[in-house]
């Protein structure tokens, strides 16, 4: 089969085609129906200007990736300017990397992410995704991925985990700790979350403490968190520790003000899968472009020197 040279087809359906169309029987059809060979899909391919190493067999992937909360108006891409996930779909639309995207956590304002997770149907190879994910997007660091099968739910993981900052003079970290081991376990957490008709009975894996450069943090391991659940715990801590002024026992039904701990120094740091084998990617320019961003406040120090 000849390749006409006055054959019409745009850029757009191309692409489509690619991630909606491509058959099982190893034929590649237009929009308007008209049906060529995958041999000769390079040719089509360099016509509208579209690199055909970058085409593989339709996959789901799931893309692990960074980003600093602290220059985003919020996650959520609906109804704000400026969003982590708008910023996202933006890019991955307007340069036709695949479809139905979806993201893993939605974090509160102004935290950030090590690892948070995007899974994307494409048939755009993994690397050129990320690398021209990276090459666009500001503040934002794609810096992984992994091929999983196609009923694969990127909100259904095994454990997440958070990291809470906690730069503060006054505190003792070993008593810190002994106020958060109450939280540990099974427990209604409607005292401790900002609720949004979502069931509070969650269990908490693990709450344990690390030092980054001689500052104390905390890290909370679970299955999933509420809105704001990490926030309002830490909150419970300082208040104990700096004011004396909340009950010894969180769970009682004694009247307390509720303390929602900074966002700036929560961090999303990992989310792990059952069964999934993420390839990390780094390429010299995102190792520039990290380098040079290191500065300013202590969260975004500590998000530039710990991106996987």
């Known amino acids: 089969m000849i390749l006409p040279n006055d054959l019409k087809v745009t850029r757009r359906e191309i692409c489509i085609g690619m991630n909606l169309l491509l058959k099982t029987d190893g034929n590649f059809r237009s929009v308007n129906n008209e049906i060529f060979p995958l041999h000769l899909y390079e040719k089509i391919l360099n016509r509208v200007g579209i690199h ?3 085409i593989m067999e339709r996959r789901k992937v799931v893309f692990g990736f960074a980003y600093d909360g602290t220059s985003f108006s919020s996650y959520q891409s609906h109804n704000s300017f ?3 996930e708008g910023g996202i779909r933006s890019e991955v639309t307007s340069n036709l990397l695949g479809e139905n995207m979806r993201t893993a956590s939605r ?16 048939t755009v190879k993994p690397e050129d995704t990320i690398g021209i994910l990276n090459s666009n997007l500001e503040n934002i660091y794609f810096h992984s991925y992994g091929y999983v099968s196609d009923d694969f739910n990127v909100r259904h993981c095994s454990e997440k985990e958070y990291t809470y900052l906690l730069p503060f003079s006054w505190v003792d970290i070993d008593e810190f700790i002994r106020e958060m081991k109450k939280f540990i376990g099974k427990h209604d957490f409607a005292k401790f979350c900002r609720y949004d008709n979502k069931e509070t009975i969650r269990e908490i894996n693990s709450i344990d403490t690390i030092f980054w450069n001689g500052m104390p943090g905390l890290v909370f391991r679970a299955r999933g968190f509420l809105w704001n659940q990490i926030r ?25 003000s509720r303390y929602l701990a900074p966002a700036e120094l929560l961090f999303l740091t990992k989310i792990k899968y059952e069964g999934v084998d993420m390839k990390r990617i780094r390429s010299r320019s995102m190792e520039k472009k990290i380098e040079i961003l290191k500065r300013g406040t202590i969260a975004r120090n500590y998000f530039f020197n710990h991106i996987p």
Do not use: C
């Not at 715990?233 to 039904?253: C, L, M």
């Open 52 to 54: 055909y190493h970058r």
């Open 82 to 84: 400026n969003t982590v």
């Open 107 to 122: 974090t509160d304002k102004n935290v950030s992410a090590l690892f948070n997770a995007m899974s994307l149907d494409t």
């Open 232 to 256: 309002f715990i830490v909150g419970y801590g300082i208040k104990r520790q700096r004011d004396g002024a909340e009950p010894e026992d969180p769970w009682s039904d004694q009247n307390w």
